[in-house]
């Protein structure tokens, strides 16, 4: 059974820094593009970063692109999303979830999110 459970979310003023985990379990990294994704209360999902499962490169939508890294520790089948410059925009739930392939906001399976915050 693929689960994937993202913590790390919490409330940060303008600015500043969050690291986001994810615990997969169920595939390896080899099976599944996996990533983040977020929404904001009324609006849609909005894909942020993705690592392919067949070559292991990484891919940022505009609104991720220079503020956030993604990395795994396929050991330990983790995810983690660094966010740095935090705008209160980025305010949402954000999700890990497995791509269908990555830059594609479709997704297969995700679980639940973590909320992050950003105060002016």
């Known amino acids: 059974e693929v689960q994937l459970q993202a913590s790390g979310g919490g409330l940060v003023q303008a600015g500043g820094s969050l690291r986001l985990s994810c615990q997969a379990s169920g595939f390896t990294f080899d099976d599944y593009s996996v990533g983040w994704f977020r929404q904001a209360p009324g609006k849609e999902r909005e894909g942020l970063s993705c690592?392919?499962?067949?070559?292991?490169?990484?891919y940022y939508a505009d609104n991720a692109r220079g503020r956030f890294t993604i990395s795994s520790d396929g050991a330990e089948n983790m995810v983690f999303l660094q966010m740095n410059n935090l705008k209160p925009e980025d305010t949402a739930v954000y999700y890990c979830?497995?791509?269908?392939?990555?830059?594609?906001?479709?997704?297969?399976?995700w679980g639940q999110g973590t909320q992050v915050t950003v105060s002016s």
């Open positions: 690592i392919s499962s067949t070559d292991g490169s990484t």
């Open positions: 979830a497995t791509f269908i392939v990555c830059g594609v906001d479709e997704w297969d399976y």
